[in-house]
């Protein structure tokens, strides 16, 4: 009965005309983004971030919120139109979605990705509902030892889950490290990297170094390689699933729900993952698997499905342990923060109308998604001639403006710049700057709870290991690089063998 009650206040509040209308904008705007390649929804609420602080919190986190899951589905048209996914995690559907397309039957798998896609998201949303609480509640058990291990665990899973170079993914988290300790000690009030800049005094902006890395740094590098893009597919048609597809979809929709709703909380990126992961499955389960790559629509119903489960669960972590799952994450944690609202576990009692109107509006917003995509197909795909360099400078403009709005001080302007550059190199160096943003997020929360636990302890650092939770984290911690060191090191003890040969 608590659930039912939760979820009618819920609807409650996104059922009110302010947030009906912020839902179905972020929602556009999150489609939006997913069709238009190299933005990214990452890119988008960090730009978009300034002008929700003049939002009610419910509100703009709804807004938010809808970018990221409106982006899942936005990625998926270009991906079966042109090859072309908007989204990193819609690059698995574009292999058997092209293919479809190009036989005349696009519209059965746009059809397919977005009856998947909401199914999932769905089931997800309901999974959300049911496990936050308890483990919001189990969450008011941990002290500064237990979240302490469980900011190392989720930095140190990120490092394994990331693209690339591992030691690359590990500089990137020491730097976000560094640049969060910038700024008056917690305790003492001493500065710290301030370089006599009194504006840094109270750290380096959030959103300053959100648009700069990955924002501006982005645009930059698709400027770089700007290419003309051919729309292949100007019209679809028969956009309904016969009797066979829909049979060929159950199951692997099914199972890359469950795959998805799993594989979302990991951090690091668990949605992108769990769209791969949903592929390789679908095609050892196929009793058919040699028509993978050739528009099997198994390939595309299971990786949508995953992928969208997997944006939603990737909220559990956030809403119920103020632990970010990816970048996306840290940025509705910078969003929480901009409102003035700490994420945790304190939130569902706290705020307990922002907590159950974020999760029904998910549902809501993925009802809005499927009335959205389908109809307005062509739309999506006459976006993509609109050309970059119109197209960016406007929105480097708006972030521009919208980020000095913020506390009207110009230095953060210069911020953007610099942080900018400095995620263009990391892109050049073939860094992620999604660990940067990580280690900046968790970093003051990282040396806040390590101190209090010194401080409990009298200085004895065996307090992380006495702490049966503490300890088991710390644990995971270690199998999740033990997991990711492993493969490397295997590759090249063989390359040596090889060489000896």
Request: aromatic share 8%; glycine share 10%.
């Amino acid at each position: 009965m608590d659930l039912l009650a939760n979820l009618a206040l819920g609807f409650e509040t996104v059922l009110t005309p302010t947030n009906l209308l912020y839902c179905f904008v972020g929602c556009l705007l999150g489609t939006l983004v997913g069709v238009l390649p190299g933005i990214g929804p990452t890119a988008t609420i960090a730009m978009l971030l300034p002008i929700t602080f003049t939002f009610e919190p419910v509100t703009a986190l709804i807004m938010l919120a809808g970018i990221y899951y409106g982006a899942q589905y936005g990625g998926s048209t270009t991906a079966i139109l042109i090859n072309l996914p908007g989204e990193s995690s819609s690059a698995v559907t574009a292999i058997d979605g092209y293919q479809m397309a190009r036989q005349g039957r696009a519209g059965p798998a746009l059809a397919t990705a977005a009856l998947g896609s909401f199914f999932a998201g769905t089931v997800s949303t309901l999974v959300l509902a049911v496990a936050a609480p308890p483990l919001a509640r189990a969450a008011l058990n941990f002290g500064a030892p237990e979240y302490f291990s469980l900011i190392v665990l989720g930095l140190l899973a990120s490092i394994a889950l990331a693209h690339g170079s591992i030691l690359k993914a590990l500089g990137m988290i020491v730097i976000g490290l560094l640049l969060g300790m910038v700024g008056q000690d917690i305790y003492t009030g001493t500065p710290r990297f301030t370089f006599g800049f009194f504006e840094l005094y109270s750290g380096i902006n959030f959103v300053s170094v959100a648009v700069g890395v990955f924002g501006v740094a982005e645009i930059l590098r698709n400027l770089e390689h700007e290419t003309t893009r051919e729309v292949l597919v100007r019209k679809v048609s028969n956009l309904w699933l016969s009797r066979e597809d829909f049979r060929r979809i159950v199951a692997p929709v099914v199972r890359g729900t469950v795959l998805g709703s799993i594989l979302g909380i990991l951090p690091g990126g668990g949605h992108v993952l769990s769209s791969f992961a949903s592929y390789s499955l679908e095609k050892r389960s196929s009793s058919r698997p040699e028509e993978f790559g050739t528009g099997a629509i198994e390939g595309v119903a299971g990786p949508e499905s995953a992928n969208n489960a997997g944006a939603q669960t990737s909220f559990i972590p956030m809403l119920t342990l103020g632990i970010p799952a990816h970048p996306v994450m840290a940025l509705m944690i910078g969003a929480f923060i901009i409102q003035g609202i700490t994420p945790g576990p304190n939130v569902i009692r706290d705020e307990p109308a922002l907590f159950w109107g974020i999760i029904v509006s998910m549902w809501v917003g993925n009802l809005m998604l499927v009335m959205l995509n389908l109809p307005l197909i062509g739309v999506w795909v006459r976006l993509l001639t609109i050309p970059y360099r119109v197209l960016f400078p406007a929105i480097i403009a708006f972030a521009c403006i919208g980020t000095y709005s913020i506390s009207l001080n110009a230095f953060d302007v210069y911020a953007i710049v610099v942080f900018g550059i400095l995620g263009y190199v990391l892109i050049k160096f073939g860094c992620e700057p999604a660990p940067l943003l990580l280690g900046f997020v968790l970093g003051p929360l990282l040396e806040e709870h390590l101190r209090r636990a010194m401080i409990l302890s009298r200085g004895d650092p065996m307090i992380f290991l006495e702490r049966p939770i503490s300890a088991a984290l710390l644990a995971c911690a270690v199998a999740a690089v033990l997991v990711a060191v492993l493969p490397a090191v295997r590759k090249r003890r063989d390359e040596v063998f090889v060489e000896e040969d």
